[in-house]
């Protein structure tokens, strides 16, 4: 027997796309321009089965549910809403008007024709006299067995646990294919490295061979552009480390965890002690807590940065004292790393942490002006921020405020 389907969409492309495909499936399909038109055509020529859009001119897909639904001679119509909008109120108010299932757009092919199967499945059990069955449910990986006794209940819950799973697997497969593309991105980022660097290196090791091989030849002036050639080199090298570093940083997966704070604050110290001894400077750790929760990595470069950047800005006072100190503020674990140095204007407070923007030249303190942009980065990967305190001469505090999440972390 041919099943006869209405389908009610203002849509013309939406509702010729429905058509074509209900059509393949071996079923005659009338289709209406509008919630009036169709239930002139049900009243007229009940169908066997109503698919329609809620959002339309002149009726919407709910009245017109609600109409068919309360007639006699149509009541009996197993009848879709095909919409955009199925949050839970939608549904609920499908279900009150009488719909049998929801199908959200934008939707698979399969989707609507497994849909629509079903429901004819389900008319012939009925027409039978046949007992309802079991219905199972698959949600990701499990398995439900549900009983059919309210069968439009069932197909309301089966239509929006089966949306869920497919949005939840498609979320999946885009995790799979952002994860493979970031380990492309990496091998691509890694590759550009040593493709740039190599003729650094070049540039460099032949300006030494140049200087070591050619001395007696050299004047001041040429040995001198030898050793711009080769700071210049080195730099480059450096710049292309520092941005690789903060690509990795945006690539890099959150993984939480407790972070054993004072072992890495000492680590860093212990990494700089040579210049710490060799410059007598004087360093200073009160933290009033020992561990933190967040990216350890990420903490690792962040306090890195602000405790080299301490270092290189008091390179030039007598007594370079520094002082990392640590402070719980309402719902922050706030980290702050200080030092005596030769400071900045205050206006300046946030271009400091603006990639590439440098404060000071680079004839008077080397850098790449990436430091602290990454220590901000860090810190937005957290959900936390950063900022500055400072004067010109009276040296700099910067911040790093972590939210706190501290379930089970040591004080």
Not at 298 to 318: E, M, P, Q, T, Y
Request: glycine fraction near 8%; proline fraction near 4%.
């Amino acid at each position: 027997m041919e099943r006869r389907i209405l389908v009610v969409e203002d849509s013309p492309t939406q509702a010729e796309r429905v058509r074509l495909l209900l059509e393949r499936e071996g079923y005659r399909v009338e289709v209406a321009a509008n919630g009036r038109e169709g239930l002139q055509r049900a009243q007229s020529t009940p169908p066997d089965l109503i698919i329609s859009d809620v959002v339309m001119p002149e009726m919407d897909g709910f009245t017109l549910c609600r109409l068919v639904k309360s007639t006699a001679a149509t009541r009996g119509i197993p009848f879709v809403l095909l919409t955009e909008r199925h949050a839970p109120p939608d549904v609920i108010q499908g279900f009150e008007v009488g719909a049998d299932n929801f199908i959200p757009k934008p939707f698979a092919d399969a989707v609507l024709s497994e849909r629509v199967r079903r429901i004819f499945e389900h008319l012939d059990r009925q027409m039978s006299g046949a007992p309802e069955p079991e219905v199972t449910l698959h949600v990701g990986d499990r398995r439900f067995v549900v009983s059919a006794g309210k069968a439009q209940i069932v197909e309301l819950l089966l239509s929006t646990l089966e949306d869920l799973a497919q949005a939840n697997a498609l979320l999946q497969a885009r995790e799979r294919d952002l994860e493979f593309k970031t380990q492309e991105l990496e091998a691509f980022a890694y590759s550009v490295s040593h493709d740039l660097k190599a003729p650094l290196r070049g540039m460099g090791g032949f300006a030494q061979m140049i200087q070591e091989d050619y001395a007696d030849r050299l004047d001041d002036k040429g040995r001198h552009y030898l050793d711009r050639i080769r700071e210049s080199a080195q730099r480059m090298g450096v710049l292309i480390d520092d941005l690789l570093e903060y690509s990795r940083v945006e690539r890099r997966a959150m993984r939480w965890e407790p972070v054993d704070l004072e072992r890495l604050v000492q680590d860093l110290i212990a990494d700089r002690q040579a210049d710490i001894d060799t410059r007598g400077v004087r360093v200073e750790v009160a933290l009033p807590f020992r561990e933190i929760l967040g990216e350890r990595e990420g903490l690792r470069h962040a306090l890195a940065n602000l405790l080299d950047n301490a270092l290189k800005f008091s390179r030039k006072v007598a007594h370079p004292t520094i002082t990392i100190r640590g402070q719980v503020r309402d719902a922050e674990r706030v980290l702050s790393v200080a030092d005596n140095g030769i400071g900045f204007h205050p206006k300046d407070r946030e271009r400091a942490f603006a990639i590439f923007q440098r404060l000071h030249s680079q004839e008077e303190y080397e850098g790449t002006g990436i430091g602290l942009a990454i220590v901000r980065r860090v810190a937005e990967r957290h959900g936390g921020r950063t900022w500055a305190e400072s004067e010109p001469g009276e040296g700099a505090t910067f911040y790093l405020a972590i939210p706190t999440r501290d379930e089970g972390l040591a004080a």
